[in-house]
């Protein structure tokens, strides 16, 4: 197993990326596909019409996100959890994000590093940046 760490900058306050993240509309708007997110400790989530779901471990609203996560995808345990966190910081310029995505297999490690890049950040970026 291993540890994605990512840290991402957005000209987009703190509220705004804790809303893309964890709104079902407007997640579903910057990527481009179904989510359904609930706003709860203990609430389910799914996004890329069911293709990653999990829960809601800890919420801080506008601060920090925890969730179980799974990826249905090839080379991903049968039933295995990983965990992401999403830490939210205001800056001078809007908001930094440091992610990490612990418990990841090691066969999926390459795809879901560099997919969190194209699916997840840059789509962000547009979405919040325009």
Not at 70 to 92: A, E, Y
Request: glycine share 6%.
């Amino acid at each position: 197993m291993k540890t994605i760490k990512q840290v991402i900058k957005f000209k987009a306050s703190p509220e705004e990326v804790y809303s893309a993240l964890m709104s079902s509309k407007k997640h579903s708007a910057f990527t481009g596909s179904a989510a359904k997110i609930s706003n709860k400790v203990g609430g389910k989530f799914s996004a890329y019409e069911g293709g990653l779901y999990g829960k809601n471990l800890k919420l801080v609203k506008n601060k920090e996100i925890v969730q179980e996560w799974r990826c249905v995808m090839d080379h991903w345990p049968k039933d295995h959890f990983s965990k992401v966190s999403f830490v939210i910081k205001k800056t001078k310029s809007g908001s930094q994000l440091i992610f990490t995505h612990t418990q990841v297999p090691d066969k999926s490690y390459a795809s879901i590093k560099q997919g969190w890049t194209d699916y997840y950040w840059n789509p962000m970026k547009k979405f919040l940046e325009n």
